[in-house]
């Protein structure tokens, strides 16, 4: 079977490898004995096909190894694309697609633009090149070359595992492993810090998951001279489960961002809807029957989406779910702009749902306030109920007029005296700023 496979695929031997280390029941992974370090170490050994190969041969393929998880089409041992095992699968299964493209090249299928990195790049660097490629080097993963040649594929996943595996193996501790996600997913939120620190003065950003590593987390693109987008987002679960779910959040709307003007909150959130439901398996394409939508995932997120323009001083706020808090100057009071009561992403959540963006005008001396629900719902105090929105807002009317970071401070204070000996319910995600 292995030389029937040779001969119709073009599979492509490396120096280190014979054709009988290719089996046919699964893919070897190259193994070595020094700590993981670069993109070598994650190689899978995998078959490529040249253009000539048809899409009824990659069918066939994919159908008999089950293992095949992505095929790299190459020319002349140079890699020209990729295609993915599900995409191709869904795509070709379409009625009459096999009758119209199944004697036609395999590059009709192809993702034309995939990753490729060379397999002695280290995995830091190959784990900060996968971020900036977005999702679709976690759902089809990548092509490994050695002297710009194929060699094999890796798995977004198992970059991630790596990445985990990596500390755990200095101190045989899992606790390390999760702290060191808690890098990764801090990575992820970087740019956000720095276009945050670049466009306000007087700000604070309060992140502090409940687990080391959770399911809140904060998104922000600066636009020079225009304004700055806002997105604080509270995913489904905690700890390792809800900070995979902020990947893949974070990810869509990263996505919905390149085709989409960022002054539309509403119309965003609608389209990271669709991508999460998409993403996730959760739209009306794959759940088809009360018994699959029992045996299917249901997770999403709750958040705020903000547009803050520089030239007019307006605020354009999306709520699924979440509430923004806002202190005029001069006022007594915290005014309350509240959210749409529906989530993103979720099973229940319509496709079309449609969210609504509040616009209002913010005077210089304005303070702005978003939090994800983890200080609201935290319980404490004599009679063990939830701290709640009309604590947090009178907090604000009490130091609203002090400097940002002392008002994160007061905050902090009063939530911990709250809590006092009862456990941390929720992640925590505020951010506060002054218009100026």
């Not at 709307?253 to 959130?269: F, I, Q, V, Y």
């Not at 009360?290 to 803050?308: C, H, K, P, Q």
């Not at 007061?410 to 929720?426: A, F, G, P």
Request: glycine fraction near 8%.
């Amino acid at each position: 079977m292995v030389a029937q496979y040779v001969n119709l695929l073009n599979l492509v031997p490396t120096a280190a490898m014979t054709l009988t280390d290719i089996t046919p029941i699964q893919l070897e992974k190259r193994h070595s004995a020094k700590k993981t370090r670069n993109a070598g170490d994650l190689l899978i050994v995998a078959p490529s096909v040249t253009p000539k190969i048809t899409n009824s041969e990659v069918a066939k393929l994919f159908n008999d190894r089950n293992d095949v998880i992505g095929l790299a089409v190459v020319e002349d041992d140079i890699p020209i694309g990729l295609i993915n095992r599900n995409v191709f699968m869904e795509g070709f299964a379409k009625p009459f697609a096999r009758d119209v493209f199944g004697r036609k090249s395999c590059i009709a299928y192809m993702d034309k633009s995939p990753l490729i990195v060379d397999i002695n790049l280290p995995v830091d660097e190959l784990s900060a090149t996968a971020v900036s490629f977005g999702e679709k080097v976690l759902k089809d993963g990548y092509i490994i070359i050695e002297n710009d040649r194929y060699s094999g594929i890796g798995t977004g996943f198992d970059l991630l595992n790596t990445l985990s595996e990596m500390q755990a193996a200095k101190n045989h501790i899992i606790m390390e492993s999760i702290n060191y996600a808690s890098v990764i997913q801090r990575s992820f939120m970087r740019q956000s810090d720095e276009d945050l620190a670049a466009s306000l003065n007087d700000y604070f950003l309060w992140w502090e998951p409940r687990d080391v590593v959770g399911g809140d987390c904060y998104f922000i693109r600066r636009y020079e001279n225009e304004g700055l987008f806002i997105a604080l987002i509270d995913c489904t679960g905690h700890g390792v489960p809800g900070a995979f779910m902020t990947l893949i959040v974070m990810s869509a709307l990263e996505s919905a961002l390149e085709t989409m003007p960022p002054n539309d909150p509403a119309a965003l959130m609608q389209d990271v809807n669709i991508r999460v439901k998409t993403n996730l398996s959760q739209d009306r394409a794959h759940i088809t029957s009360a018994r699959e939508t029992l045996n299917s995932s249901d997770d999403g997120f709750d958040g705020g989406f903000a547009w803050f323009s520089k030239t007019t001083n307006q605020i354009v706020f999306a709520g699924a779910k979440t509430s923004m808090q806002v202190f005029h100057v001069g006022s007594v009071g915290v005014e309350t702009v509240d959210g749409d009561r529906m989530g993103v992403g979720y099973t229940t959540t319509p496709e079309d749902y449609v969210w609504n963006n509040q616009t209002f005008d913010a005077a210089p001396g304005t303070r702005l306030y978003i939090s994800t629900d983890g200080v609201i719902d935290q319980i404490g105090g004599p009679k063990s109920i939830a701290f709640g929105k009309k604590r947090m807002r009178e907090i604000i009317r009490l130091v609203g007029y002090e400097p940002m970071t002392k008002q994160m401070a007061v905050l902090q204070e009063k939530l911990r005296e709250y809590q006092n000996e009862n456990s941390r319910r929720d992640d925590v995600t505020v951010l506060g700023f002054r218009v100026e």
